[in-house]
């Protein structure tokens, strides 16, 4: 901070020895007022930027924003050294240019930090610009407060945000300028900083951009985050990019040569431009594709942007889709109307992929300046178009307020942990969506993945309830069975039918999945009391205070996690409860139930006492890392040159070579029969391959650290289309424990794949 503001002062000078004063110091009071003219400089650009009317009160209620922020933040520096107001100056300008938010939410943006910075309080924000700001400001000032002060909990944050965002969508909207600039002046910060906020930034606000719509926020700070987590990937691709943009602007004008002629025949007014696709999207295909840059072969797209009234815009469009692909042969499989059915995050594009003059792929899209509008900046847009001088007070958005709804959807399940919020909250981002129809032929957006199940839930709760499978396209299928975009689906239901644990492994939106648990844990409830009442009997019987401590014994006794578990199990006879006497339990000196103590990993390296090698008891060994033996496991020994024995999986993708090849240094090894103490804990490696479903790494968690009490290494789940892949290293006493643990997650997940790293 310190050396900044030494380099700022020295700046100043050099400016003002090179222009105006070449033998004097600058002072104190010239540096302040150079300051004072760029911060009035910087404010004027802000209201140039502001594209709607201003009325004279708005233009007031914006100058009185920005006073009070000034005299809060009048000492206050960022870490670049300059003055704190260019912060709040800045977010308001990318609310109102890059996103297009009315005069409300530039208020909101300017005085975004008094509250949590100076002494002002929620009460003054409200006496002096009202109650609707005030709510805004506060919503930012709580965001503030439980992101930039806690380093973990990220998903617990994260919910409560989103529940302040409910409020008023403002909220996340503005906090996603201020994430924008912070990200753009990251330079400044410490390279731990940088890391924690770009990677929090490219895990949590691109992807909330992105869903809701704001294209170039979303590819911003995409590139941004990378900028700084990938350093040198990121310079590796710009720097190509550079070197190939004479050559990309060759080709695009070669292309779009054929293509003017016939459009303005058509009597189309129109623009086209050609874009590089963002450095994010290209090094994604690089790792995915596993291909190096020379390869990634649409760098760009060609955008065509007509210029049409509202009436001709659809025909206009396709006008001009038709001229393309009379030039150039289109790929029918990547054509997609963006513009008859707008996506849920308010897109609107006709969108093909057509063959170029030197046989490469181009994506062209196709759309007028009001769709093209829309898709880079987003909703607020939009609401332009209908409201311009209330910025975004009219929410009539059927899509927005359907995701606002989706997430309240899940936000309401108060029992949801946040690590499973998370997984929901990921799932409603990556997935794609696929429209499916009543018979009544109307249309319903589901997320790409959909069963029949969700699409029950979606029509109704009671129709998800009861619903015992369905008709699609007029043929039978099950609840599991997954939708196809254009599906007509008729669901059956059955009064009979109820919904059960596994409907969870069949659904993926946030309603079904919402709804589905709550009905389980009703349930749940409702077995405990049955639980209660027989325990209540037991007590009564032998004769025992049916009192809360008395309780809590038998539950300590049975390790439940809480009373309502024990109810529960005893309902689902999970407790022998007839063996034992409730007097025996209230009454022993029960041993103080200790929580399990934390296995910790001891290298297996050295374990003296666990393997008989030859014939020899105590002889030393090390345990090999290519295969990572644990009791019950085939092994051998290998007499190595400097390292001792050691010891290998006969099933080691090692063993054959090592076997056929140094015959004369393997030696027999066999695990001792006495019992492994339980401190002992060797490292094991699972692999899973399934379907992806909501909430599997809580689940896997679950069952691994909470019901078995293994502890995990690393675990690393990769999903891709719909499925996915994991490994998960743990610490694990033998092979029987190892099996059990395997059993235990295939009871869980019966469609999951589980087998232990297989070396063989
Ligand atoms: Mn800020």
Request: charged share 30%; proline share 3%; glycine share 6%.
């Amino acid at each position: 901070m310190t050396n900044i503001k030494v380099f700022t002062i020295a700046y100043f000078v050099i400016f003002l020895k090179t222009i105006k004063m070449p033998e004097q110091e600058i002072s104190q009071l010239e540096r302040e007022e150079l300051e004072r003219k760029e911060i009035l400089k910087r404010y004027k650009a802000l209201l140039r930027s502001i594209k709607h009317p201003l009325t004279s009160a708005q233009t007031k209620q914006i100058r009185a924003a920005f006073d009070l922020a000034l005299g809060a933040h009048k000492d206050m520096r960022r870490k670049t050294g300059e003055p704190y107001i260019y912060h709040p100056i800045a977010v308001a300008k990318i609310a109102a240019q890059e996103i297009g938010l009315g005069t409300t939410s530039i208020v909101c943006a300017l005085i975004h930090d008094v509250v949590e910075d100076s002494d002002y309080t929620i009460e003054d924000i409200e006496r002096k610009f009202g109650k609707k700001i005030a709510t805004i400001v506060n919503g930012l000032t709580k965001i503030k407060e439980v992101f930039d002060h806690t380093d973990s909990m990220q998903a617990e944050n994260f919910r409560k945000m989103l529940l302040t965002l409910s409020d008023d969508v403002r909220v996340i909207l503005i906090k996603l300028c201020d994430r924008m600039h912070n990200m753009r002046t990251l330079e400044s910060m410490s390279r731990k900083n940088q890391l924690r906020i770009a990677s929090e930034t490219l895990f949590l606000y691109a992807p909330l951009a992105h869903r809701l719509g704001l294209y170039n926020i979303k590819s911003e700070l995409e590139d941004l985050s990378i900028k700084y987590t990938q350093r040198e990937a990121y310079k590796d691709i710009s720097s190509k990019l550079n070197a190939k943009k004479a050559a990309r602007d060759r080709f695009i004008k070669k292309f779009i040569e054929p293509l003017k002629p016939k459009l303005e025949n058509a009597q189309i007014n129109f623009e086209i431009k050609g874009r590089p696709k963002s450095i994010y999207s290209i090094l994604k295909k690089m790792n995915h594709q596993e291909i190096p840059f020379e390869e990634v072969f649409d760098l760009f797209a060609v955008r065509i942007i007509v210029d049409s009234s509202a009436d001709r815009e659809k025909a206009d469009c396709w006008t001009a889709y038709s001229i393309v692909t009379d030039i150039y042969k289109p790929n029918p499989a990547r054509t997609k109307d963006w513009i008859t059915t707008p996506k849920s995050n308010g897109y609107e594009s006709l969108h093909t992929t057509v063959m170029g003059t030197d046989g490469k792929w181009v994506e062209v899209q196709i759309r007028n300046k009001r769709m093209d509008e829309i898709a880079e900046k987003g909703y607020a847009a939009h609401w332009k178009y209908k409201n311009e001088k209330e910025g975004i007070d009219n929410t009539n958005n059927g899509g927005i307020d359907g995701w606002l709804s989706r997430i309240k959807d899940i936000l309401e399940n108060p029992a949801s942990n946040a690590l499973e919020f998370l997984d929901d909250f990921k799932l409603q981002l990556i997935h794609e969506e696929i429209f499916v129809f009543t018979p009544g032929g109307d249309l319903k957006k589901l997320p790409k993945g959909s069963s029949t199940l969700d699409f029950a839930f979606e029509i109704h709760t009671h129709v998800g309830s009861k619903c015992i499978g369905a008709k699609v396209n007029n043929r039978l299928v099950p609840l599991s069975h997954k939708l196809s975009n254009g599906d007509q689906v008729e669901i059956l239901t059955s009064d009979k039918q109820h919904p059960k644990e596994e409907w969870l492994n069949y659904v993926i939106s946030g309603k079904a999945i919402g709804r589905i648990r709550n009905y389980l844990r009703e349930e749940k409830r409702e077995l405990a009391d049955q639980g209660m009442e027989i325990l209540k009997k037991r007590f009564h019987k032998e004769k025992i205070e049916f009192s809360e401590d008395n309780i809590n014994k038998i539950a300590t006794h049975f390790k439940t996690n809480s009373i309502l578990d024990l109810h529960y199990s005893i309902a689902k006879n999970l407790i022998p409860l007839e063996k034992l006497t409730i007097f025996d339990i209230v009454n022993k000196k029960l041993v103080e139930h200790k929580p399990k103590k934390e296995a910790v990993y001891k290298a297996p390296i050295n374990i003296k006492s666990e393997i008989i090698i030859g014939d020899d008891n105590d002889l030393p060994y090390g345990l090999s890392k290519c295969c990572n033996p644990i009791p019950g496991d085939d092994i051998f020994g290998f007499i190595t040159i400097g390292e001792g024995v050691k010891i290998h999986r006969t099933n080691c993708p090692n063993a054959l070579s090592l076997m056929s090849n140094y015959g004369y240094r393997v030696i027999k090894a066999q695990w001792k029969d006495s019992p492994i103490k339980a401190d002992k804990i060797f490292l094991a490696g699972i692999k899973l391959l399934g379907i992806d479903d909501v909430g599997i790494v809580s689940s896997l968690s679950n069952i691994i650290s909470k019901n078995m009490g293994v502890n995990m290494k690393s675990i690393t789940i990769e999903s891709n289309d719909g499925t996915f892949e994991g490994t998960i290293m743990l610490y694990i006493q033998d092979t029987s424990h190892l099996d059990t643990l395997i059993k235990n997650i295939r009871e869980k997940h019966s469609t999951m794949k589980v087998s232990r790293i297989d070396v063989g």
